[in-house]
């Protein structure tokens, strides 16, 4: 159908509600019910009626999007993420607008500017270059905002993130518990504060159970493809005794993966490999692969709750730290000596 010949009450009349229901799921407003609110949604999509957006945004002050900002566009942890902040914020009439820092500052700081200029009601913001005192600052330029994956005490309210540190030591500690003393780690770039988290949890496990620190056991990755296959190539070469590897996401899992399949090492046998962030690709592995999960789409379904209450002002209590899991499979040797019966 032409969107330009659908109305208000065509919509209206398809979903069986009244005219002002659909001005309210338009204009976003919760006193929708939720199944008035789905059966408006379909109508709108299957009859394409398309709200005229600058009109609504004069009558409302508003301009019914949320910005975001994330590292980049690719890769299996942005993807949910985005994919369940989207999802949350739409149930209420208002779309997304995702913009990316490409793993540089000036373009994370643009992509905020470029939000602030299309006037968004709120913005998301997973930024791992911007400083805290910078961000901080950002903050108070925008009404509405929250922010993923740090934790800083002047708007710890505003804050959603993984307890990293207990990931690190929950991956750590399954591989002692399993009788390895010499365990490795590759990190991910050491200026993130996960990636620095997820080492403390690390040295945490090995302190609690006797075993020293050593950084030459320890060799910092990156959490994207690029370099990690000659990290691990490096550490397997200079600390052959290893008997396990944690890895600080699973695409560095991939890269020791490829590197043992070449220097014909079995993983699962002769190296355990426990990776983090439980992506999709860690069950098409063989062994499959022992990995932290990160529940990626809770965090984007709450991030979209939260910034639609900030907007409408709805004052709730949200979960804001996440608590990682531990995923037992295949890739982790047992090394304690078996109990004679």
């Known amino acids: 159908m032409d969107n330009k010949t659908i109305t208000i009450k065509e919509v209206a009349e398809y979903a069986n509600v009244s005219q002002a229901t659909v001005s309210r799921v338009i204009n976003g407003q919760s006193s929708v019910k939720e199944k008035n609110l789905n059966k408006v949604l379909q109508a709108i999509e299957v009859l394409g009626y398309t709200p005229n957006s600058a009109a609504k945004a004069l009558a409302t002050n508003r301009s019914n999007s949320v910005g975001m900002l994330v590292g980049s566009l690719d890769g299996p942890f942005y993807g949910p993420l985005m994919h369940s902040a989207e999802d949350a914020i739409y149930r209420y009439g208002m779309h997304l607008i995702v913009t990316s820092g490409q793993d540089c500052e000036k373009k994370e700081v643009e992509s905020l500017n470029f939000l602030r200029a299309k006037q968004v009601d709120g913005v998301i913001i997973s930024s791992d270059k911007i400083s805290d005192d910078a961000i901080v600052d950002y903050t ?49 770039p050491l200026t993130q504060h996960d990636a620095r988290d997820r080492l403390l949890g690390y040295i945490r496990a090995l302190a609690e159970n006797g075993v020293s620190y050593d950084p030459s056991l320890t060799i910092e990755g990156r959490f994207d493809h690029l370099d990690n296959f000659e990290k691990a190539s490096i550490l397997l070469e200079r600390a052959p005794e290893l008997t396990a590897v944690f890895c600080q996401n699973d695409n560095i899992a991939l890269a020791v993966y490829d590197v043992c399949t070449q220097k014909g090492i079995r993983v699962g046998d002769d190296l355990s490999v426990v990776g983090f962030d439980n992506n999709f690709m860690s069950i098409h592995v063989r062994p499959l692969l022992t990995t932290v999960g990160f529940p990626v789409h809770d965090m984007g379904k709450i991030a979209g709750q939260m910034i639609i209450d900030q907007i409408k002002g709805v004052t709730r209590s949200h979960q804001r730290k996440l608590m990682p899991t531990l995923e037992d499979r295949d890739s982790v040797k047992d090394l304690r000596p078996a109990i004679a019966c």
Do not use: M, W
């Not at 929250?146 to 002047?154: A, G, Q």
């Not at 540190?165 to 929950?170: A, V």
């Open 140 to 188: 108070t330029k925008f009404k509405n905002f929250v922010l993923l994956n740090r934790s800083i005490p002047e708007i710890e309210q505003h804050c959603l993130y993984l307890d990293n540190e207990l990931g690190g030591y929950l991956a750590t500690k399954h591989l002692l518990d399993h009788g390895h003393k010499k365990i490795g780690c590759i990190t991910g």
